[in-house]
C-alpha cells in the first residue's frame, strides 16, 4: 500500500545506485525479528526484501514510480518529503542511504542536523537508529576529480557538501551530535570503500589495536575494486593504507555507519509545524493507525536486541560476508556469517554451512567455506614489500620475495599476498587468481612512477623478463593478451609521472639525435675534402706519371717472383 504523506515527486526517478549490497545486507539481518521498521531513503531491493522477511517494514521514499516499485513487491510504502514525516513512529529506523536523498523539491530542504532530528523523532522510546554518514574528508573524496559543491547529476539540487555546517567531520562529533538528540551511541564502525556499498566495515579500536596491516590492505583492495579503470587524482590504494597504518583510518575513511539507541523513557509527543499540520490535514492517517500516545510502552514492544556487531565485517570478491573478531588467545580469526544466495534464498549469518560458495566471479571450482574462515593473515602485504624493496635499490631482497611469491602463490596478486616471516599467505582466499601477477606488477612499477633497479628498462615486456628472471623462472613466457591486463585506478598523478617519464626520454633521445646529427656533420665534411683531394691529384701530369710508375714497378715485381719459382 502507497500513503502519500506530502511532498512526493510524481514523475521522478533516483538517478544513482541505493545503498546495498552483502555487507549492508548482514549488518540489517543483525536486527532482532518481528519489530517495524522503517527504511529511510533509496535501499537496494534485495536489502529490503532481507529484512522484510523478518520484520514489519514500511519505507519512506520521495519518488513515487519508485513507490510503485516498492508496492508492486508488497511493501508498504509512504511516498513523500522527510518533514512531513511527523506522527508515525518505530521500533528501528534504517537510514543506511543517508539522510542526503529524503527531501524533495516539493517542501522544504532539511540540512544533515535537521534530518536527524526528523529521523530521531520517528523511534519509540527504546528504539534504535542505523544510520550511514558520508565523511566528506574521506579519501574517496580526495581522490575524486569531480567536486561534491557540483552538481553531478539530476538529482543534485542541493550540493552542499562540506559547507553544510551541522554535518560531523569525525567520528568523536558524530557520537556528541548523536548524544546531543539523546541517542546513545551503540557501535560505530568506519567504513570503505563508499557509503552507499561498503564492502569493509570496522571499529575504530580494530584500526588502533587490532590487526592494522591487515585491515589496511583489505581497505587498500576495497578502493581499488571500486575506482578500477576510473579517473582519479592519485592512486586511492596507497593513500588508503597509508592512512590507515597512521593511525587516520577513521578519520579518513569513506564514512561511518552507527548504531544508537534512544532512551527508554518516553517523551513528549512533539507538536507538529503549522506547514505540517496543514499537510497532515489534506492528508489524514486512517482511524486504525495509532497515535503516537497509543503506541505500546517499552515494556510491551519486542526486546531490541540486535546481535551484537563485530570489530570488524568484511566482503570478499565473491559476495561471502566475513566477521573478524579475536579468539580467546588474542589472536585474530575470521568466520563466514554470510554469503551470495544459493538456490533462491539468502544465507544467514550462523547457519552458514554450505561448502558451495560459488560465484561468477571466481575463476576456477567452488571454493570451500571453510578456506575463508581461520587466523587472519599477521604480516606486510607483498606489494608494499616489493615496491620498498625496489625503491631502496634492494636487490636481494627483491630476489628473494620474487622467488618465495613464484614458488608458493604463483597465481596471487601481489596485492593479495601477505609475508608472514618466510611465509607467503593469501590475504583473500575468494579472490580470483590473476593471468600473469608478474606482468602486474611491471605495470605498477611503470604506471605508479615507482624508482627501480632497472631504470633503463621502460617497457612492461621486457621488465616483466626481468622480474622473471628475478625470480628464478624461465625466459619464454606466455605474452598477456590484449584485455587481460587487471583494472587499476586511472591516476592522475601517475599521470604526471609518466609525463616526467616521458619527459626525460624525450630529453635523452633530443640529445643523443642532436649528438649524432653533430657527428654526422663532421664526418661528411671530412669526406667532401677527401673527393676534393682526390679530385685534384687525380687531374695531375704528376700523379699520372707516377700512377704508371707504380703499375711499371708491380709487373717487375710479379716477373721478379715468377722466376725466382
Not at 549492508?24 to 527504511?39: A, N, Q, T
Not at 536527524?116 to 565523511?135: F, H, S
Not at 555546517?165 to 546513545?184: K, N, V, W
Not at 569513506?254 to 544508537?260: K, S
Request: charged residues 20%; contains cysteine.
Amino acid at each position: 500500500m502507497i500513503r502519500l504523506i506530502g511532498g512526493e515527486m510524481p514523475t521522478w526517478t533516483e538517478d544513482q545506485p541505493a545503498a546495498g549490497g552483502a555487507l549492508l545486507r548482514s549488518v540489517v539481518e543483525r536486527l532482532p525479528p518481528d519489530v517495524e521498521v522503517l527504511i529511510a531513503g533509496p535501499h537496494d531491493e534485495a536489502l529490503i526484501e532481507a529484512l522484510a522477511g523478518r520484520a514489519s517494514v514500511t519505507c519512506l521514499v520521495r519518488s513515487q514510480p519508485d513507490a510503485g516499485v516498492l508496492d508492486a513487491k508488497g511493501i508498504e510504502v509512504l511516498c513523500g518529503s522527510l518533514p512531513k514525516l511527523d506522527r508515525e513512529r518505530w521500533d528501528v529506523v534504517v537510514a543506511l542511504d543517508g539522510v542526503g536523498r529524503l527531501c524533495s523539491v516539493e517542501g522544504p530542504q532539511l540540512g544533515w542536523a535537521e534530518s536527524l532530528a526528523v529521523l530521531k523523532r520517528a523511534l519509540r522510546p527504546g528504539g534504535m537508529l542505523l544510520l550511514t554518514v558520508e565523511n566528506e574528508l574521506g579519501v574517496h573524496r580526495l581522490v575524486d576529480p569531480l567536486t561534491d559543491t557540483a552538481p553531478q547529476g539530476d538529482g543534485g539540487w542541493q550540493p552542499t557538501g562540506e559547507f553544510d555546517p551541522s554535518r560531523p567531520g569525525t567520528p568523536t562529533r558524530l557520537t556528541a551530535r548523536l548524544a546531543a538528540e539523546g541517542l546513545t551511541t551503540d557501535w560505530l564502525g568506519a567504513l570503505w570503500p563508499t557509503p552507499a556499498a561498503p564492502t569493509l566495515l570496522t571499529t575504530p579500536a580494530a584500526l588502533t589495536d587490532g590487526p592494522v596491516d591487515a585491515l589496511a590492505a583489505f581497505a587498500a583492495a576495497a578502493l581499488g575494486a571500486a575506482y578500477a579503470r576510473k579517473s582519479a587524482l592519485s592512486d586511492p590504494r596507497r593513500l588508503t593504507a597509508t592512512a590507515v597504518r597512521a593511525g587516520l583510518g577513521s578519520e579518513l575513511a569513506a564514512g561511518w555507519l552507527i548504531t544508537a539507541r534512544l532512551s527508554a523513557q518516553p517523551s513528549p509527543s512533539p507538536q507538529p509545524s503549522p506547514s505540517t499540520q496543514s499537510s497532515l490535514s489534506t492528508q489524514p492517517l486512517p482511524s486504525t493507525q495509532p497515535l503516537p500516545s497509543e503506541q505500546p510502552l517499552p515494556s510491551e514492544q519486542p526486546s531490541l536486541s540486535p546481535r551484537p556487531m563485530p570489530p570488524a565485517l568484511l566482503s570478499t570478491a565473491t559476495g561471502v560476508v566475513l566477521e573478524v573478531a579475536p579468539d580467546p588467545d588474542g589472536a585474530w580469526v575470521r568466520r563466514v556469517v554470510g554469503g551470495p544466495p544459493l538456490g533462491g534464498s539468502a544465507l544467514d549469518g550462523p547457519e552458514l554451512d554450505s561448502p558451495e560458495l560459488d560465484s561468477p566471479a571466481l575463476a576456477g571450482p567452488a571454493l570451500d567455506s571453510s578456506a575463508l574462515e581461520g587466523p587472519l593473515p599477521v604480516g606486510r602485504l607483498l606489494e608494499e614489500l616489493l615496491l620498498g624493496a625496489s625503491l631502496r635499490g634492494d636487490l636481494p631482497e627483491l630476489r628473494r620475495l620474487l622467488a618465495g611469491w613464484m614458488a608458493a602463490l604463483p597465481g596471487a596478486g601481489a596485492d593479495n599476498v601477505v609475508v608472514e616471516h618466510d611465509a607467503f599467505v593469501l590475504l583473500d582466499p575468494a579472490a580470483p587468481e590473476v593471468a600473469d601477477p608478474l606482468r602486474r606488477f611491471a605495470d605498477t612499477l611503470l604506471t605508479g612512477g615507482y624508482a627501480n633497479p632497472w631504470p633503463a628498462y621502460t617497457d612492461p615486456a621486457t621488465l616483466t623478463a626481468i622480474l622473471r628472471g628475478a625470480a628464478g623462472l624461465p625466459g619464454d613466457y606466455p605474452a598477456v593478451m590484449d584485455g587481460e591486463d587487471p583494472p587499476v585506478p586511472d591516476s592522475r598523478r601517475e599521470h604526471e609521472e609518466q609525463l616526467r617519464a616521458l619527459r626525460r626520454e624525450l630529453e635523452t633521445a633530443v640529445s643523443r639525435a642532436d649528438f649524432y646529427e653533430k657527428l654526422l656533420t663532421k664526418r661528411e665534411k671530412e669526406l667532401q675534402k677527401a673527393r676534393r683531394q682526390i679530385a685534384t691529384f687525380g687531374d695531375k701530369v704528376g700523379y699520372r706519371v707516377v700512377k704508371l710508375g707504380y703499375g711499371v714497378a708491380r709487373k717487375a715485381r710479379n716477373s721478379l717472383r715468377k722466376g725466382n719459382k
